[in-house]
């Protein structure tokens, strides 16, 4: 049985972004579920590097949903949002003592699904 696409909903996503998912979610819990202009009010007042790259992605998905499924600018809600971890890089220096630590160098991969409520 074959699974219908819902031709209400349009998803973004930036991978690979050189930030902590944990600094990265503490600004997209404040956009989840509102509507796209209020959200994009939001991210381009706040003082945070992951309010930059956010808001490069919801304007990214604004478009695909306007462009590819002719959905209205101002009934659009951003259904999803959320934040994975990705990769991380391991990096090594010497230590005190002869020791050798690590510094880990955290990625995370941001994903909007934006549409219509209803």
Do not use: P, W
Not at 1 to 26: C, F, P
Not at 63 to 86: C, M, P, S, V
């Amino acid at each position: 049985m074959k699974k219908e696409k819902d031709k209400t909903k349009v998803k973004a996503s930036a991978r690979k972004i050189r930030m902590s998912a944990q600094k990265a979610r503490l600004v997209i819990d404040l956009i989840r579920d509102k509507k796209v202009s209020d959200a994009e009010a939001i991210l381009s007042n706040l003082n945070k590097k992951a309010a930059r790259i956010i808001l490069k992605v919801l304007i990214s998905a604004k478009a695909n949903a306007i462009n590819n499924l002719q959905l209205e600018e101002e009934k659009l809600y951003i259904l999803k949002a959320y934040i994975d971890e990705g990769t991380v890089l391991k990096r090594h220096f010497f230590d005190s003592r002869s020791h050798i630590g690590r510094r880990d160098h955290r990625t995370c991969h941001i994903n909007i699904i934006v549409g219509i409520k209803g």
